[in-house]
């Protein structure tokens, strides 16, 4: 009789739960998300582009500014996940965006006044990629303070679909504000956007629960251990995280040999490349839409492995495109394993939010990044070398093949036998 009651009691939970979109917490948190990931596709064009055109770099130097972009995840993400543990996230994701808005900003003021400089975007993308660190655990980390556990699948569908499509839309208005307004100017773009995610988190009303004091002798290195502690211990988590590295890995080798394998095994003209690649971006964009629905249709725990395994098998017809009609293959795997990866992002990052307890919420994703963005630069150093040795096409194959088989780490697991992730899932923090 207590087990129907109950039953019945998160029933009527979950129907009394209001709609996301009239949630107007959640909703200023995505609309100022949707504005700051538009202008940061923009940056991706644009700064570039200013060290091109504006400091003539070379090559090399644009691989540099590419690294300090990307450089912080690798060496400050973890010790940032304590960290945020300890503070509010809230005020965190305020003070790294308006930080971002004056770094990002001195970009085309120092353009306007003849002072730019490659030392100064160099230290530009460095500063804002700790920012960005910051900011992201954060914000994954604040997100199950604004919903409840039953609403994350549909609160992340909805951030994730305008994330892909920010990297569908983004490169493109990036290009347009950089013919009209020249490189440093279309940054502008990405700085005030920063302002408009500002105003938007410090609009939102609802109140985190206050951070757990350190223990008496508890070291900033002590919790860092902790979080990882907690991630290869826990018996799914530890399998979820092996999924999404080996995914990453295979995923950076496909990014890595299929720009090449167009141009010069398909003959594409180079100025065609990105409308064919574009199709990945729709795959996300309708994955994120759809995430939610097919949780409820399939199980919350099932669809994890179910979204690589069963709709992320498609992605293999990539690497069978022909020249000619046959390159409408490419887009068409692209957009299967966007969509794939899209589904399987949502529902692991809402399982991850609702098995982690709230101290321990931002070491753990913090460690999960670090360990599997990790895999990212091995996998693009291994698909040239791959593709140098044995061909790209066969070098292609692999990467495709390796993308779908790492969903069964995942099917391996206890997730198999779970249809949905149960309503009070936590582990306490000492698990």
């Known amino acids: 009789m207590t087990d129907t009651t109950d039953d019945i009691r998160e029933t009527d939970e979950r129907l009394s739960a209001p709609s996301l979109w009239r949630q107007r917490d959640f909703l200023l948190l995505w609309g100022g998300q949707t504005v700051s990931e538009m202008g940061s596709a923009v940056t991706q064009v644009a700064l570039p582009l200013l060290a091109v055109v504006a400091l003539q770099a070379s090559t090399f130097q644009v691989g540099l500014l590419t690294a300090a972009g990307t450089a912080a995840f690798a060496l400050i993400a973890l010790p940032a996940g304590a960290l945020v543990d300890r503070g509010s ?155 999404t590295a080996t995914a990453n890995l295979f995923s950076s080798m496909t990014t890595a040999l299929t720009m090449v394998f167009l141009v010069r095994v398909l003959h594409v003209p180079p100025a065609l490349t990105g409308l064919v690649l ?100 091995v996998g693009g150093i291994l698909g040239g070398l791959l593709g140098t040795a044995v061909g790209v096409r066969p070098a292609l194959w692999v990467a495709v093949v390796g993308f779908w088989a790492a969903g069964w780490w995942v099917y391996f697991s206890p997730l198999r036998h779970l249809r949905d992730v149960p309503a009070d899932a936590t582990v306490p923090a000492t698990a």
């Open 89 to 243: 996230k809230r005020t965190i994701m305020i003070v790294c965006d308006l930080l971002r808005l004056l770094l990002i900003g001195s970009l085309p003021l120092a353009a306007a006044l003849g002072g730019l400089t490659m030392a100064q975007l160099y230290l530009v993308a460095l500063a804002a990629g700790v920012c960005t660190v910051f900011f992201d655990v954060s914000y994954q980390s604040y997100l199950p303070s604004l919903v409840r556990t039953e609403q994350l699948m549909d609160a992340n569908g909805k951030l994730g679909t305008t994330g892909a499509f920010s990297q569908l839309a983004g490169p493109s208005l990036g290009a347009g504000l950089v013919g009209v307004f020249g490189a440093a100017g279309a940054m502008t773009a990405d700085a005030l956007s920063y302002l408009v995610s500002v105003a938007s988190v410090f609009g939102i009303r609802s109140r985190e629960e206050p951070p757990r004091a350190p223990r008496a002798g508890e070291t900033l290195r002590g919790q860092v251990a902790e979080g990882l502690r907690f991630v290869v211990r826990h018996p799914i988590l530890r399998k979820v995280v092996a999924c």
């Open 278 to 377: 574009a199709g990945g971006a729709i795959g996300g964009i309708a994955g994120g839409m759809v995430a939610g629905r097919l949780a409820k249709r399939f199980g919350s725990a099932r669809i994890i492995w179910l979204s690589i395994l069963v709709f992320g098998a498609p992605q293999a017809v990539l690497a069978a495109a022909r020249p000619g009609w046959g390159v409408l293959l490419v887009p068409l795997g692209w957009s299967a394993g966007y969509f794939a990866a899209m589904v399987y992002n949502v529902a692991q990052v809402s399982y991850r939010q609702a098995v982690t307890p709230p101290e321990l919420m931002g070491r753990m994703n913090a460690a999960v990044r670090w360990i599997v963005w990790g895999t990212m630069p």
